[in-house]
């Protein structure tokens, strides 16, 4: 179901070049929830952006769903993404013009589903991530662990194919990650959603059903 052939991934930094990523091979055939980790700059993020086409590496090829996914165009990887991915950014990424009820309606409305059905969708998830309250509030005025279970409440609201997750509880503490990994594994076993999740966080790990380490660009299985 999914397919990474032969990615590397080279960044120029002033005048040398670095190589992040070096020939790596990754397919999954089943739903699964992965591990990755790898000390900082080993290249995490980057192998979760080429999964989820926010970058084109330098080389290799990547096949979701049966598509070619670097061949594709813009508007038809954009398509792919809203369709088939969920992201949890290492950064969150939540729209500052947007409450917090919108951020997580957003990507069902992009989908083309009613504004209202949408909303109580969203609803049904912050009641889950005890933030109900904070409906209406601008995630400016959230703390850091707060923005992150919005983050995570909407990657997950459409129920995606893959979710591809950054340091999903970077930022939470030790109630709140097992709550918010408890949300993350149900959901991917209720909506049979693979899930690529990367972490320092060896209690994440143990829940897994297969962890990789990022090493020399590659990715061995541990
Ligand atoms: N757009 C870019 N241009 C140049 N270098 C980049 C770019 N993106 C990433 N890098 C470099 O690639 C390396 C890997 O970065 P990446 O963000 O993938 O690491 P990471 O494993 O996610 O680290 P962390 O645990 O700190 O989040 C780093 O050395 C980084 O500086
Ligand atoms: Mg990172």
């Known amino acids: ?4 052939k032969n990615i590397s991934q080279n960044y120029l930094q002033g005048d040398s070049t670095i190589r992040v990523l070096s020939k790596l091979n990754f397919s999954v055939n089943s739903v699964k929830n992965i591990g990755i980790i790898g000390p900082s700059g080993s290249g995490k993020s980057t192998f979760l952006n080429i999964l989820g086409m926010i970058e084109t590496p330098t080389f290799g090829e990547y096949i979701l769903h049966g ?4 061949n594709l165009s813009q508007n038809l990887k954009t398509e792919m993404r809203r369709k088939f991915i969920g992201y949890i950014f290492q950064n969150n990424q939540l729209l500052e013009d947007f409450n917090v009820l919108e951020n997580i309606a957003f990507p069902l409305i992009l989908n083309g589903e009613s504004f209202g059905q949408a909303k109580k969708k969203s609803l049904t998830l912050l009641e889950k991530l005890g933030l109900k309250n904070k ?6 005025l959230l703390s850091g662990g707060e923005q992150q279970r919005i983050a995570i409440a909407r990657a ?3 129920k995606p194919f893959l979710l591809l997750a950054d340091e999903p509880t970077g930022s939470l503490d030790k109630n709140n990650s097992l709550l918010v990994m408890d949300l993350i594994l149900n959901m991917a076993k209720k909506n049979k959603t693979t899930s690529i999740i990367a972490t320092h966080n060896l209690d994440i790990i143990k829940r897994l059903d297969i962890c990789y380490k990022i090493e020399k660009g590659k990715l061995i299985e541990i």
């Open 67 to 70: 598509n070619n996914c670097f």
């Open 135 to 140: 409906k209406f509030i601008k995630p400016g």
């Open 1 to 4: 179901m999914l397919t990474l």
């Open 156 to 158: 997950l609201i459409k």
